[in-house]
């Protein structure tokens, strides 16, 4: 069962313009939630994470993500994109009951026009 | 700074040949995890390892093989290398304060099998 699901593949914006990446998950029990992103040619950075307590977590480079537990959503956002935001981003999830066990979506590459 | 390093970026091998990838952590951190990413699949785990010479399963760990002799060192083993097994593979690590620890991914190696 999938239980987590990034709407796109690819997601392109204009430099400066609002960046809206969406993750959605399957599950009864609101998971941990984390966003990573890979730069080329790199390993996974974290960028935020929610665990509990304050639903709107803010992250590094600006980003942002909104958990929301009746949407089951937790997408990933930041007023203003720049160039150096070019990357594939990963939504994950750790389930109660997988222990250790981080869950990835598929990736969304974004791409940032000049 | 936190550092997990990967022996090799890039690899190419051949069918058939026993190949090792080589991860080493300098948290010391007790969780250490060997995914493959795919493109448009995201990550999938393959195996982990919550202490030394304790190993278990992810969900795609048919054709591998893994090793922790050590708390720092965590190998993953291709018995016999087979052109499906061409990809990405990303070794991470965490501590074991619970379910919500950060990740800390390596730069990942590139393999290839021909």
């Known amino acids: 069962a999938q239980s987590v699901t990034q709407l796109g593949s690819h997601v392109s914006v204009s430099e400066g313009a609002l960046v809206l990446l969406r993750c959605n998950y399957s599950s009864s029990v609101p998971p941990y939630l984390f966003w990573y992103v890979q730069y080329p040619n790199q390993g996974l950075q974290l960028l935020l994470k929610?665990?509990?307590?304050?639903?709107l977590v803010k992250g590094i480079n600006g980003f942002e993500a909104e958990f929301k537990k009746s949407e089951t959503s937790f997408h990933l956002t930041k007023p203003s994109a720049h160039m150096s935001d070019a990357a594939e981003y990963f939504c994950a999830v750790i389930l109660m009951d997988s222990s250790y066990k981080l869950i990835f979506g598929s990736g969304t590459r974004l791409l940032v026009r000049p | 700074d936190v550092k997990v390093t990967q022996s090799s970026r890039y690899l190419v091998k051949r069918t058939g040949e026993k190949v090792f990838l080589e991860c080493v952590q300098d948290?010391?951190?007790?969780?250490m995890f060997w995914y493959r990413q795919d493109p448009g699949l995201g990550l999938r785990l393959i195996y982990f390892s919550y202490d030394v010479k304790m190993k278990e399963k992810g969900d795609i760990p048919e054709g591998y093989s893994v090793s922790r002799e050590k708390k720092e060192r965590f190998s993953l083993i291709l018995e016999s290398a087979s052109t499906n097994q061409t990809s990405m593979y990303l070794c991470a690590s965490s501590s074991q304060g619970g379910s919500t620890d950060t990740q800390y991914f390596g730069p990942g190696t590139r393999l290839t099998v021909l």
């Open positions: 948290m010391d951190h007790e969780n």
């Open positions: 929610y665990t509990t307590g304050a639903t």
